[in-house]
């Protein structure tokens, strides 16, 4: 094992340790023991498909989780739908090189490349997946090279200030908010016709945060019209003190983010980041 992947493991063990910890001083979302709290609920939302299309979540779903807990178990929901093949994949941001994530059904052995910018300490090269750095808005992949293209949570900082986590690239700190329509055209260059883009984002008041922005809806339109689908699907969550819940458009249209890094936009609610999220499926 690489040293790295080492240290992550016994930090790992070291969350696990301290979730009483967590649970004792109130379950403050990115204290000890969140991370193991947070992998704990995410795993039990996908296994129980607590996230399905037209469907309300579970009661008190995910409180002092951020938008993972609802965009992966959505993810696997569309993922599974039967009679729709995965084909070749492409995961735009890296969001699923976590074991616990790659390692379930339909992603465990699937034709899998994940991309993001620069190398990460953790990969899974050995289990058949395969990994490339660069930026989503000019790739070296062939025309029509994948049928499904998965992107969760990443379009945010597409054109902004990559350099606080993700590379030590200057050139990568940017203060394009448009940053994301590229990418979403040269998602549809190498997508297959009839192949399927999964997208999520955090959604609400435009707000800038330098290194993600909250997305409103002139920016998902923007999105869509970029990517030009022959059909799409468009669905909203929102957070609040009480947990995630399926909302409307309208109900989120004003919602507001908060940055774990800076403590801008910290509330009484335990969010653990977006306070509502846009999921959409475009067809090719």
Request: with cysteine.
């Amino acid at each position: 094992m690489h040293v790295d992947g080492l240290v992550f493991r016994i930090k790992e063990m070291a969350d696990a340790l301290a979730l009483p910890v967590y649970f004792a001083r109130g379950g403050r979302p990115w204290s000890i023991g969140y991370f193991t709290r947070k992998k704990n609920a995410i795993q039990t939302g996908i296994d129980t498909a607590a996230v399905r299309s037209g469907r309300p979540l579970p009661e008190a779903f995910g409180i002092g989780i951020d938008e993972r807990v609802v965009e992966y178990p959505w993810l696997f929901d569309r993922l599974r739908r039967d009679g729709v093949p995965l084909g070749r994949m492409l995961d735009a941001g890296s969001t699923l090189n976590h074991e616990y994530i790659l390692g379930r059904d339909p992603l465990r052995k699937a034709d899998l490349t994940i991309m993001t910018l620069a190398p990460e300490k953790r990969c899974y090269w050995y289990q058949g997946y395969s990994y490339v750095f660069g930026d989503f808005r000019k790739t070296r992949f062939e025309d029509s090279a994948f049928d499904t293209i998965i992107s969760i949570s990443t379009l945010e900082h597409v054109g902004l200030d990559n350099t606080m986590l993700y590379t030590d690239d200057p050139a990568k700190s940017e203060t394009n908010k448009h940053g994301f329509a590229d990418a979403m055209r040269e998602f549809r260059r190498i997508m297959a016709p009839g192949g399927r883009c999964l997208i999520t984002v955090p959604y609400g008041r435009y707000e800038n945060f330098e290194w993600f922005q909250v997305f409103d809806r002139a920016m998902i339109q923007a999105l869509i019209d970029a990517f030009a689908p022959s059909s799409h699907e468009l669905e909203f969550f929102g957070y609040d003190k009480r947990g995630w819940r399926r909302a409307t458009e309208a109900d989120v249209a004003n919602a507001t983010a908060f940055d774990p890094h800076s403590g801008r936009g910290r509330l009484d609610d335990r969010a653990g980041c977006a306070r509502a999220i846009a999921c959409i499926e475009l067809i090719r």
